[in-house]
């Protein structure tokens, strides 16, 4: 929602997203491909996280040593759309 957020403060202001601004949000939701432009992305796996710490939990609650959850999980994903473009000289 930030990301959305961003774009309507960027419109308000007339500033051009991407040309004068690239704008990029974290969690892809449905509504991402929908505004305008469309949001750029980064997704994260919220579901593996979500499972992993509560593996972590359980371990740590029965007494097993702790573990890294960040080795465990899928990479983040950037998916490019249109907020974004390459830096300007």
């Known amino acids: 929602m930030a990301g959305v957020g961003v774009l309507a403060a960027c419109r308000e202001l007339r500033v051009s997203v ?10 892809d939701t449905w509504f991402c491909d929908h505004t305008d432009p469309p949001l750029t992305v980064v997704d994260m796996p919220m579901r593996e996280l979500g499972a992993s710490a509560f593996e972590l939990l359980l371990a740590m609650i029965e007494g097993k040593p702790r573990q890294s959850i960040v080795l465990k999980r899928p990479p983040p994903v950037l998916i490019v759309r249109s907020s974004t473009s390459a830096p300007q000289a």
């Open 18 to 27: 991407p040309d004068e601004l690239s704008v990029i949000a974290l969690l």
